[in-house]
């Protein structure tokens, strides 16, 4: 079974940046889509973005598109997630999923980002 290990996560300033990354521990790498969620406290958990196994279709939701960017090296078996204009309503912990969408999909152990307004 793969195993997802994600860094990156932090403390940053409203309007700054941070780009977190996901190891996967496969040699299939290649073969999942890949996702993140995310839970900030007292909410439910909710999809951030996801990407196919190319790398060639993305999706993301409405409150982060067109400032997170979602993408992949499958010959280094990583998922990023480069997320720019954090504001405080994005501090949570993120989550990398293999398989996001699927009864069978795959949680990482998820990194805290925080944003200090």
């Known amino acids: 079974q793969v195993q997802l290990v994600e860094s990156g996560g932090g403390l940053v300033q409203a309007g700054g940046s941070l780009r977190l990354s996901c190891a996967a521990s496969?040699?299939?790498?290649?073969?999942?889509?890949m996702g993140w969620f995310r839970q900030a406290p007292g909410k439910e958990r909710e999809f951030v973005a996801a990407?196919?196994?190319?790398?060639?279709?993305?999706v993301y939701a409405d409150s982060v598109k067109g400032r997170f960017t979602i993408s992949r090296d499958n010959a280094k078996n990583t998922v990023y997630l480069q997320m720019n204009g954090l504001n405080s309503e994005d501090t949570a912990v993120y989550y990398c999923?293999?398989?996001?969408?699927?009864?069978?999909?795959?949680w990482g152990q998820g990194t805290q980002v925080t944003v200090s307004s």
């Open positions: 990407i196919n196994w190319s790398g060639g279709n993305t």
């Open positions: 999923v293999a398989d996001p969408f699927s009864s069978t999909s795959v």
């Open positions: 496969t040699r299939t790498f290649s073969n999942y889509r």
